[in-house]
Nanobody, 119 residues
Framework: QVQLQESGPGLVKPSQTLSLTCTVS??????????WSWIRQPPGKGLEWMGA???????YYSPSLKSRTSISRDTSKNQFTLQLSSVTPEDTAVYYC???????????WGQGTQVTVSS
């Protein structure tokens, strides 16, 4: 059973960079055909896929967030990380990490972490 756990600061100031880490257990982030994603849900809104890093290390980003988003990984720690730059209060959301094989339905999710952007 793959388990994912998000970690990072719950409060970020406007214009700063939001950084979150997803720690994976029960499976390797280099396992073939798995894609490791970041997804967020602003208050009162639906889920928004932000981007992913593949088992190969290739990265994919939502066009709407691409200019501000970076996803990387540390295979030695079995972790992958989200960085979102120049945040505004509109980036306030619950942030989830999740994984799936290929581009189908997500198989496993983290519990989510609340991030608030406020001065």
């Amino acid at each position: 059973q793959v388990q994912l756990q998000e970690s990072g600061p719950g409060l970020v100031k406007p214009s700063q960079t939001l950084s979150l880490t997803c720690t994976v257990s029960g499976g390797s982030i280099t396992t073939n055909y798995y894609y490791w994603s970041w997804i967020r849900q602003p208050p009162g809104k639906g889920l928004e896929w932000m981007g992913a890093i593949a088992y190969s290390g290739s990265t994919y980003y939502s066009p709407s967030l691409k200019s501000r988003t970076s996803i990387s990984r540390d295979t030695s720690k079995n972790q992958f990380t989200l960085q979102l730059s120049s945040v505004t209060p509109e980036d306030t959301a619950v942030y989830y990490c999740a994984t799936r094989t290929g581009w189908g339905t997500f198989d496993y999710w983290g519990q989510g972490t609340q991030v608030t952007v406020s001065s």
